[in-house]
């Protein structure tokens, strides 16, 4: 069965400073990944996606992430913060037939300080 | 502009009512979704369709209901075996396999 961890459920960073949230998948054979983000009451917004190829992918809003077979990790990046991306984050894993059907982490809180 | 509409955004009902939420898609994806997310729990799927006039369970559909009589609308009915309804729910779909899922701006539930 699939299954995500993400190990921080809040994180405070200064603006301007860079940014890293960590995602941590169980599955049995080549996972799809995506990272999603959500502003309060609102839905979720696609920031990027793995399917195959090159591990590190771009993504909107300057975010990043790089695909680790070896550690089964999906770790989201950002070099330097705005106020704009406080939001929660959240990673999700498919399957290759799962249609879009979709296990998703707890989520990050992301708050950002001026 | 194409996208997934929930309605209402927000909604208020009596214990023990059912209560349906909608969901219309303008995309002309072929499968529909219902998530619910609760603080700290992420998304949780309910249910799923692939095709028009088929659906299947998803990790959490005791005490829902959906159908899909079209294409483009995929309905959720909370019913009153719904132990604790009080969340909220998104619709999402997606085009084909193996692709990402497009998100509603979700409906927020409250029993009382």
């Known amino acids: 069965a699939q299954s995500v961890t993400q190990p921080d459920i809040h994180i405070t960073v200064s603006e301007g400073a860079s940014l890293e949230l960590r995602c941590n998948y169980s599955y049995g054979a080549t996972p799809y990944l995506f990272w999603y983000v959500q502003s309060p009451g609102q839905g979720l917004q696609l920031l990027l996606k793995y399917f195959s190829g090159d591990t590190l992918v771009q993504g909107i809003k300057g975010f990043e992430a790089e695909f680790k077979r070896s550690q089964s990790s999906f770790n989201l990046r950002k070099p330097s913060v705005h106020w704009s991306d406080a939001a929660e984050y959240f990673c999700?894993?498919?399957?290759?037939?799962?249609?879009?059907?979709?296990?998703f982490g707890a989520g990050t809180q992301v708050v950002v300080t001026p | 502009d194409g996208g997934i509409t929930q309605s209402p955004k927000y909604l208020f009902r009596k214990e023990g009512q059912n209560v349906t939420l909608s969901c219309e898609q303008n995309l002309n994806h072929d499968a529909m979704y219902w998530y619910r997310q609760d603080p700290g729990q992420g998304l949780r799927l309910i249910y799923y369709?692939?095709?028009?006039?088929?659906?299947q369970k998803g990790d959490i559909a005791e005490g829902y209901s959906v159908s899909r009589e079209k294409k483009e609308s995929f309905p959720l009915t909370v019913t009153s075996a719904q132990k604790n309804p009080t969340a909220f729910y998104l619709c999402?779909?997606?085009?084909?396999?193996?692709?990402?899922?497009?998100f509603g701006q979700g409906t927020r539930l409250t029993v009382v």
């Open positions: 999700a894993v498919g399957a290759s037939d799962s249609w879009g059907k979709l296990q």
């Open positions: 999402a779909s997606s085009p084909r396999p193996s692709t990402e899922a497009f």
């Open positions: 369709s692939q095709i028009v006039n088929d659906f």
